[in-house]
């Protein structure tokens, strides 16, 4: 068996020991240029590297063990893969007697160009335009980008940005935390324009054109470093779970974030969560859009999701 190990920052060679023991399998370091060149990849890091790394792992097709060695891991825990022992404990089943491989979704957001008006009729941004449809016309679609676990527009992306300002130990102890009062102490609700589709890929309609603080797209249920944000969300199912949360004060969003960590905040009044298989989220003014923890572009944007496109080690 031929195995290649992406060690994301951080990791070492060395942190492949407990993976290389008691097994006659010949190692690559680095991402392999094509699917004959290995039989499974190792990622040691975090949902970032995982993140960087999504386009070029599904082009492979090859078996994918994730290593939490990151900060914030969810990709891995979603997996199963809490602790580095547990990947190890999955790598030896793999290796000795196959193992369970399991195939999983990826998310995919679209950039999108805004040549052209977002919607058939009057629908201008922050307009009462609810049961527009959206047309496919209206957008030049530019590159995609794969995401593993959540992304996000609004408060959250911020606190994404200054989470990847923090030193690595710090993110580490819960970078998201951290980062989360300062940039409540400044963000403000803004104007976005969201539609969804309804059943299967059909065309989107409007959702909501209020101010709001923040969106989020889920393909897994945690993000931030254990954040519940979409506690209902599963990698295989072939849809997107929205959380949605509209223009509330400061102190009440200070305190509906606790509730996060537990997925207790879907039953509060100004949280809205559905899912879908696309999304559309148009703002006044471009913002920024993260996923995994990444800067990946900004507003407008279509999210989708690629179902079963990643094959994965589990527990």
């Given amino acids: 068996m031929r195995a290649a190990a992406i060690l994301g920052l951080g990791c070492q060679e060395k942190d492949l020991r407990p993976f290389r023991e008691g097994s006659s399998v010949e190692w690559v370091i680095g991402l392999p240029e094509s699917s004959g060149e290995a039989d499974v990849v190792l990622v040691l890091g975090g949902d970032g590297t995982i993140h960087r ?3 070029a792992l599904v082009k492979l097709g090859l078996p994918v063990l994730v290593v939490p060695r990151g900060s914030g891991n969810d990709f891995a825990r979603a997996l199963g893969l809490r602790r580095v022992r ?3 404990a999955a790598w030896r089943r793999f290796v000795f007697s196959a193992g369970r ?7 995919v957001i679209t950039p999108l160009g805004s040549d052209a008006a977002c919607c058939v009729g009057p629908t201008n941004l922050g307009s009462n335009a609810a049961g527009c449809v959206v047309t496919d ?6 590159e995609t980008k794969y995401f593993c676990c959540v992304g996000g527009v609004g408060l959250d992306a911020e606190v994404a940005r200054r989470a990847n300002q923090l030193p690595r130990w710090l993110r580490g102890l819960g970078g998201y935390a951290l980062a989360l009062p300062p940039a409540l102490a400044r963000f403000a609700a803004l104007p976005m324009e969201i539609s969804s589709a309804g059943t299967d890929h059909g065309d989107l309609t409007l959702r909501s054109s209020q101010a709001t603080v923040l969106v989020a797209f889920a393909n897994t249920p945690n993000y931030g470093g254990g954040m519940e944000i979409a506690p209902d969300a599963e990698m295989d199912d072939g849809r997107l779970d929205i959380c949605l949360v509209t223009d509330v004060n400061r102190f009440k969003l200070f305190c509906l974030f606790p509730s996060v960590y537990f997925g207790k905040h879907l039953g509060l009044e100004d949280v809205e969560y559905f899912r879908t298989t696309r999304l559309r989220i148009e703002t006044k003014a471009s913002l920024d859009v993260y996923a995994d923890g990444e800067f990946v572009c900004q507003t407008p944007v279509e999210v989708s999701i690629a179902a079963q496109v990643l ?3 589990t527990p």
């Fill in 101 to 107: 491989i399991r195939t999983v979704d990826l998310g």
């Fill in 137 to 142: 016309r209206s957008f030049q679609r530019r």
């Fill in 86 to 88: 547990d990947s190890v």
């Fill in 53 to 55: 790394h999504l386009e």
């Fill in 311 to 313: 094959r994965v080690i």
